[in-house]
T-cell receptor
Framework: GEDVEQSLFLSVREGDSSVINCTYTDSSSTYLYWYKQEPGAGLQLLTYIFSNMDMKQDQRLTVLLNKKDKHLSLRIADTQTGDSAIYFCAEGFSGGYSKLIFGAGTRLAVHP | NAGVTQTPKFRILKIGQSMTLQCTQDMNHNYMYWYRQDPGMGLKLIYYSVGAGITDKGEVPNGYNVSRSTTEDFPLRLELAAPSQTSVYFC??????????FGEGSWLTVV
C-alpha cells in the first residue's frame, strides 16, 4: 500500500542545520514534496523534487532523494526561530486527480 | 492575490447538526480538493473535483458531500455531524503542473 512516514519531532539549536527525514513505500510517485505549516495556518509548499532527481538545492533548503531506499530528506541550513513549524513530506502521482499521500508531519522546534 | 479562501475559520457544531464549509479560488483552477487533518496524522483526501460539474470520492468521504457548480466554488457539506468529524479541514486547488495551493484551514469541533 501507500504509506509515508516521518519522525514526529525534531529539536535544534538556532544556527545549526536541521535534517528532517521521510520514507515512503510507493516508488511510482512522480514528485516528492515538502510542505511547511505554521501554527493556525494552511500548508505552504516549500519545495519539491522530481522522482528522477537525486538532489535539489534552493537557498537554505537542500532536498536529497534516495530512490533505492525510498528515503527523502530536507536539510535546512542555519536554522532560525522562524523555521519552527510542522513539516510535511508528501508523495505526488501524475495523472488522474494528482493524488498526494502525506506523512504525519515533523514538528521542528528551534531553541536559542 | 486571494488564492484559496475558506470560511468559516472556526466553528463548533452540536452532534446531528449540518453545516457547509465554503471554499472559493480565484485562479481559475480546474482541480479542487478537500482534505481533513487529524492530530498527529497527515492530510487525508475527502473529495476532489477535476472541473465544474465533476466530483469524486477520496479516501475518507463518508459523512460528507460536495458540489461543483462553478469553477471557483467547491463547498463541503457535513450532514448529521459526529464527533469523529472534529478536525481541521483544508481546501486546495491546482492547475496543470505540480503546485497545489492550500487554503488556511477551517477548525471544526463537534460536541
Amino acid at each position: 500500500g501507500e504509506d509515508v512516514e516521518q519522525s514526529l519531532f525534531l529539536s535544534v539549536r538556532e544556527g545549526d542545520s536541521s535534517v528532517i527525514n521521510c520514507t515512503y513505500t510507493d516508488s511510482s510517485s512522480t514528485y516528492l514534496y515538502w510542505y511547511k505549516q505554521e501554527p493556525g495556518a494552511g500548508l505552504q509548499l516549500l519545495t519539491y523534487i522530481f522522482s528522477n532527481m537525486d538532489m535539489k538545492q534552493d537557498q537554505r533548503l537542500t532536498v536529497l532523494l534516495n530512490k533505492k531506499d525510498k528515503h527523502l530528506s530536507l536539510r535546512i541550513a542555519d536554522t532560525q526561530t522562524g523555521d519552527s513549524a510542522i513539516y510535511f513530506c508528501a508523495e505526488g502521482f501524475s495523472g488522474g486527480y494528482s493524488k498526494l499521500i502525506f506523512g504525519a508531519g515533523t514538528r521542528l522546534a528551534v531553541h536559542p | 492575490n486571494a488564492g484559496v479562501t475558506q470560511t468559516p475559520k472556526f466553528r463548533i457544531l452540536k452532534i446531528g447538526q449540518s453545516m457547509t464549509l465554503q471554499c472559493t479560488q480565484d485562479m481559475n483552477h480546474n482541480y479542487m480538493y478537500w482534505y481533513r487533518q487529524d492530530p498527529g496524522m497527515g492530510l487525508k483526501l475527502i473529495y476532489y473535483s477535476v472541473g465544474a460539474g465533476i466530483t469524486d470520492k477520496g479516501e475518507v468521504p463518508n459523512g460528507y458531500n460536495v458540489s461543483r457548480s462553478t469553477t471557483e466554488d467547491f463547498p463541503l457539506r457535513l450532514e448529521l455531524a459526529a464527533p469523529s468529524q472534529t478536525s481541521v479541514y483544508f481546501c486546495a486547488s491546482r492547475e496543470d503542473g505540480n503546485t497545489i495551493y492550500f487554503g488556511e484551514g477551517s477548525w471544526l469541533t463537534v460536541v
